[in-house]
């Protein structure tokens, strides 16, 4: 049986990346059932889930920060590798290097409480 939140992500998921491949679709939606991100709305957390994702496994984020580069400066190199695989994947949007990287366009401000939001 499926759960409406459940729902909401397969929703959010077939809508942000339409060519995702099935194995990163199920790891996104793994990333999705986190604890941290279940106050989230299904859309919100389906891109941070997505972009995360896609920053470990497929691009050099990991060996950047090895390497002595600090977290932003590694998002930082990594943006268009990210936005290669969005494009692969016929995603809605992309990343954009003067945005935060983690937020979604109109979400709120670090810190900021998600209550009353939909």
């Given at each position: 049986?499926?759960?409406?939140?459940?729902?909401?992500?397969?929703?959010?998921?077939?809508?942000?990346?339409p060519?995702?491949?099935?194995?990163?679709?199920?790891?996104?939606?793994?990333?999705?059932?986190?604890?941290?991100?279940?106050?989230?709305?299904?859309?919100r957390?389906?891109?941070?889930?997505?972009?995360?994702?896609?920053?470990?496994?497929?691009?050099d984020?990991?060996?950047?920060?090895?390497?002595?580069?600090?977290?932003?400066?590694?998002?930082?190199?990594?943006?268009?590798?990210?936005?290669?695989?969005?494009?692969?994947?016929?995603?809605?949007?992309?990343?954009?290097?003067?945005?935060?990287?983690?937020?979604?366009?109109?979400?709120?401000a670090?810190?900021?409480?998600?209550?009353?939001?939909?």
């Open positions: 049986m499926t759960t409406k939140r459940q729902a909401a992500v397969s929703r959010a998921l077939a809508s942000l990346a060519m995702m491949p099935l194995e990163d679709a199920l790891a996104v939606k793994a990333l999705v059932a986190r604890r941290h991100m279940r106050a989230l709305p299904a859309d957390a389906v891109w941070l889930a997505m972009v995360t994702h896609i920053r470990h496994t497929r691009t984020y990991d060996n950047l920060l090895a390497d002595g580069y600090d977290r932003d400066a590694a998002r930082f190199f990594v943006i268009e590798d990210i936005n290669d695989v969005l494009r692969q994947w016929q995603a809605t949007r992309l990343l954009d290097p003067d945005d935060d990287i983690d937020e979604p366009p109109n979400a709120p670090r810190g900021a409480s998600l209550k009353g939001r939909d």
